[in-house]
């Protein structure tokens, strides 16, 4: 772990291990940090940010941000290759992901040396007024295995930029990239101490997230976690950004390109083996066309490469980890229980290349009746539902009837439907006619069960600031001490 510019293995000796999901072997091990070693951490960050990195002045944090991203690029085979080997997503997946993390802390670093403040004219004139943007002070990042580098740079890049410091927590399921990322702060230049690393797993959740040292939390992971984070912050008042799960509608029109609409719902569902919270998981697809485009779906599905996530011809690499398998295979034989008609897939795949690992068939079920349990709660694997509906209104009225709001999919050529869709669907993300394209510069985060707050963009910035209000009266005149002045 990295506390305070140092290597440890923390205080308490015990490591966990760290499995290859398609092997299934141990091919690493982490250390499980102490409450003792998390209190240090933050105590750090804390004294850090008070003596030193909050009177770093913005360009020298940018010319380290963007020092990282030139690092990241430098060793973007090394750590795609770490996060394929650890969580099982291919390769060809994963070094998009490097280069969406470096993209990531270029752009935060453009706006280190531009967060300024304003001046305000007041009523009275004898005021002057002025407001200072300024960091929030010790930020703690906790991140999900799914995609834990791009997930970090979500987080990292804006809190560094805004000039705070941070403890970073990754999943224990898929510590080491972050390790491995973590070797490169130094090299970047940012003084010891402004980036901390604890691993471990759950158990370290309190110390992390009710330390009165703590100034913000953010989080990307599952709602029973954001639960327990939002209760333990509760303590000291701790903001929460929460980055939640989904059950994403993808919404195709009779209209639609249905062979750009059909890739896109691939895509939506089965890239990253469906383990992404933007998964687009349910597929509306208008009458007129619904057996057209589930014959074309199962057929593309069909033909979806499964194999080992560090060929670079892999489509589909196994699911993360045991307990990810387990739920999978769960969920889908709750469906079949509760009628679900599955069209293609359905079990754990088998072949001569997949028997080391956990690998899922890519599964389409179809005519689904949206009150099934696999059409209302997220199975964050391989798993599509199609339903059919029969005009916008429906369409609507469906991708709305969940919990959920991260993501959502329109696929249409009439423009003006796509644009009164986008306004009635309740979601943080509409994509027309394209499906999980990701950009820094466009904001991304849910509503509803799907988590509150921002990553990417310049509302990012908002999450890791807070506006000082400073007012000088230019005026000599006495006052009357008991009636507030205006
Ligand atoms: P979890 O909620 O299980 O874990 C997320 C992180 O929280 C992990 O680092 C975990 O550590 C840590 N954690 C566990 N218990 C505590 C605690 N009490 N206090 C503080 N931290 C704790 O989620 P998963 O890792 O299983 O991730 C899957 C979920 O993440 C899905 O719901 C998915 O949709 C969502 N997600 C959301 C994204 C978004 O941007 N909206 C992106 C990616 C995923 P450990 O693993 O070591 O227990």
Redesign the pocket.
């Known amino acids: 772990m990295l506390i305070g510019g140092e290597w440890t293995d923390g205080t308490g000796g015990e490591r966990l291990d760290s499995y290859n999901p398609f092997t299934q072997e141990v091919w690493g091990t982490i250390p499980q940090a102490t409450e003792q070693d998390v209190g240090n951490a933050i105590e750090i960050a804390h004294r850090t940010f008070r003596e030193r990195w909050r009177h770093v002045n913005g360009r020298d944090r940018a010319a380290m941000l963007n020092r990282l991203a030139d690092l990241i690029e430098e060793n973007a085979e090394e750590l795609a290759t770490i996060d394929s080997t650890d969580n099982g997503k291919v390769i060809r997946e994963t070094r998009s992901q490097m280069r969406f993390a470096a993209r990531n802390y270029r752009y935060f670093a453009g706006y280190a040396d531009k967060l300024q403040g304003n001046t305000i004219p007041l009523d009275n004139g004898q005021m002057f007024d002025y407001t200072l943007v300024e960091p929030l002070g010790v930020a703690v990042l ?6 834990p580098l791009p ?1 970090l740079a979500n987080k990292l890049a804006p809190a560094l930029a805004a000039g705070n410091t941070v403890v970073i ?5 898929a510590s080491l990239s972050t390790l491995a990322f973590g070797k490169l702060i130094a090299k970047a230049g940012f003084p010891d101490g402004v980036v901390n690393i604890v691993t ?3 158990r370290i ?2 110390a ?2 009710a330390n009165p040292l703590v100034r913000k939390i953010s ?8 639960r ?2 939002l209760e ?1 912050a509760a303590a000291h008042l701790i903001p929460v950004t929460t ?4 059950k994403s509608p993808n919404i195709i029109f009779a209209d639609a390109d249905l062979n750009a609409a059909v890739t896109g719902a691939v895509a939506g569902v089965f890239g990253a083996s469906g383990q ?2 933007i998964a687009g998981s349910r597929l509306l697809v208008q009458r007129a066309i619904y057996d057209e485009v589930c014959r074309l779906v199962v057929e593309k599905v069909r033909g979806i490469k499964l194999g080992n996530p560090l060929d670079e011809t892999t489509e589909m690499g196994p699911v993360a980890n045991r307990a990810q398998l387990d739920k999978i295979l769960a969920m889908i034989q709750q469906a079949r229980d509760e009628g679900a008609n599955i069209a293609v897939g359905g079990a754990k795949a088998s072949g001569p290349a997949l028997e080391g690992g956990y690998f899922v068939e890519p599964t389409v079920i179809v005519d689904v009746d949206p009150s099934l349990t696999i059409a209302r709660e ?1 199975v ?1 694997g391989p798993v599509l539902c199609i339903i059919p509906f029969e005009d916008e209104a429906d369409a609507v009225a469906i991708a709305n009837a969940t919990e959920y709001g ?1 993501a959502s999919g329109v696929w249409t050529n009439d423009l003006r439907r796509a644009h009164r869709v986008a306004r009635e669907i309740e979601a943080g993300l509409v994509w027309l006619n394209t499906y999980r394209a990701s950009y820094v510069g466009a904001p ?3 509503t509803k069960l ?2 509150h707050g921002r ?1 990417r963009s310049w509302h990012a910035l908002l999450e890791y600031t807070q506006v000082k209000n400073v007012m000088l009266d230019l005026s000599a005149e006495e006052r009357d001490p008991f009636a507030m002045k205006l």
């Open positions: 906790i991140t999900a295995w799914n995609s997930l927590k990754p999943s224990e399921h471990g797993d759950g959740g309190n992390l997230t989080f990307t992971g599952g709602l029973p976690t954001a327990r984070i333990s980055e939640l799960g989904g992404t919270c997220e964050f991260l991304f985060g849910g799907s988590g990553e």
